[in-house]
């Protein structure tokens, strides 16, 4: 009911448009944890940081760090930093030199403050601007924030079920199933925190596709279901018609066609009424290859003819990949031997394109790692070096202390035989 009425508060701000912090009461953001004040400041960074040029973006941070201050929040003044950070990174990611030394100064605060929510949300952010750029340092971030976030529960850290998503879908973008149905387990089975079930809707969805990739199909199956069932309570079309085409190409692979026809021309229907021409080219193929498979030529050119439309629209040719395999059938079932020759060609042409795309990239990763590796040896190297220089000087400050008792002692010894 808590989260329920912040949401009222939250949406009511929204639509009447408020631009200044001081349309907030000052008792939704002081000396609250993060999880009281998380709505507040989700509206913040996903509505108002998109939207405002940096000069009024940078007062309200200002603002925010002001109120803390005056009211003694430190974890409110630091939320204007994490602010100027998010800023920076989505709108000037080329300052690289910038947003680095400004991560690192929140780590440093955060560590030797032991912040640990602090902590967690610059690693966050971190990951998310490592990511593209530097894949190992990247992961090392999120790993990190995942350290600390594991044991604490979503009314702690809100952010959890999102950063457990984010997390799989990094290894899922690597093809590295195991440790993304791991991750995205984890997330389906953290409490959503009031963000609707988007995470929990797409973890689970993931999971069914890590499934399909493997070929456990019975598995895929199961988990295509739980995320249809959650797209039709919360009312999600687009995901109602996504796992709907998913399970349909479950069936298509079982040769259960009938079955498989009116999942995948859902998925069709209702990615194209929100104009998501790459979903709906993807089922559309499929329903092609049945009918083609069940002997309809004709109808079966009409929808490739269709999906190749799509595909030019959205740029998504890795679709042709499949697209080009079924024209090399069509043609050859019309006897059209050359054309047919020409499509797998093209089939194979993308296919090994996108290998070697993937491998390109999977030797970026092992270089990244090897350079963070010998990073992280050269900063235990100097660790170790200013240890052995702390502990010379401890030795010879020892040592200049001892000489100077002993030389007190025989002086006042000295003084005393005179005496």
Not at 41 to 47: A, G, H, S
Not at 136 to 155: G, T, V, W
Request: aromatic residues 10%; neutral net charge.
């Amino acid at each position: 009911m808590r989260h329920f009425l912040l949401l009222l508060v939250v949406c009511f701000l929204t639509c009447s448009q408020a631009v200044a912090l001081t349309s907030f009461p000052p008792d939704m953001l002081v000396n609250k944890t993060f999880g009281e004040r998380y709505f507040y400041l989700d509206l913040i960074y996903e509505k108002f940081l998109p939207a405002e040029d940096s000069i009024r973006f940078f007062a309200r941070a200002e603002e925010i760090r002001q109120l803390g201050k005056e009211t003694r929040d430190r974890d409110l003044e630091l939320e204007a930093d994490l602010l100027e950070l998010s800023f920076l990174i989505r709108n000037n990611k080329k300052d690289i030199a910038h947003c680095v030394a400004l991560i690192n100064k929140l780590l440093n605060i955060a560590t030797a403050e032991k912040n640990n929510i602090l902590l967690a949300r610059t690693h966050a952010i971190a990951g998310d601007f490592y990511w593209g750029n530097n894949y190992e340092k990247a992961f090392e971030h999120l790993h990190a924030e995942y350290d600390i976030i594991k044991s604490m529960d979503a009314e702690q850290y809100p952010l959890k079920q999102k950063s457990l998503y984010n997390l799989g879908n990094c290894y899922w973008f690597f093809h590295d199933y195991t440790t993304t149905m791991r991750y995205m387990s984890e997330a389906y089975n953290t409490d959503a925190f009031g963000q609707n079930l988007y995470y929990t809707l797409q973890a689970t969805n993931t999971v069914g596709l890590c499934h399909q990739h493997t070929g456990n199909l019975d598995s895929a199956d199961y988990y295509f279901q739980r995320a249809n069932s959650i797209a039709v309570t919360v009312g999600n079309d687009a995901w109602d018609g996504i796992t709907s085409g998913n399970i349909g190409y479950d069936l298509y692979l079982r040769q259960q066609y009938d079955k498989a026809l009116p999942l995948l021309q859902k998925d069709v229907e209702l990615s194209v009424k929100r104009s998501d021409f790459g979903s709906a080219s993807g089922s559309l193929i499929i329903i092609a290859e049945i009918n083609l498979a069940n002997g309809d030529i004709v109808l079966a050119r009409q929808q490739a003819k269709q999906a190749r439309e799509w595909v030019q629209i959205t740029g998504e040719y890795g679709r042709l990949k499949t697209l080009y395999a079924l024209m090399n059938k069509l043609e050859q079932q019309q006897g059209n031997t050359t054309l047919a020759k020409h499509y797998l060609d093209s089939s194979v042409m993308i296919k090994d394109s996108l290998a070697a795309k993937f491998a390109a990239l999977q030797v970026v990763r092992t270089a990244q790692r090897g350079a963070l590796e010998k990073e992280h040896e050269a900063a235990e190297i100097m660790q170790r070096m200013v240890t052995v220089f702390t502990s010379v000087i401890a030795l010879i400050a020892i040592g200049l202390i001892g000489f100077s008792v002993v030389r007190l002692v025989m002086q006042f010894r000295s003084n005393g035989l005179r005496a």
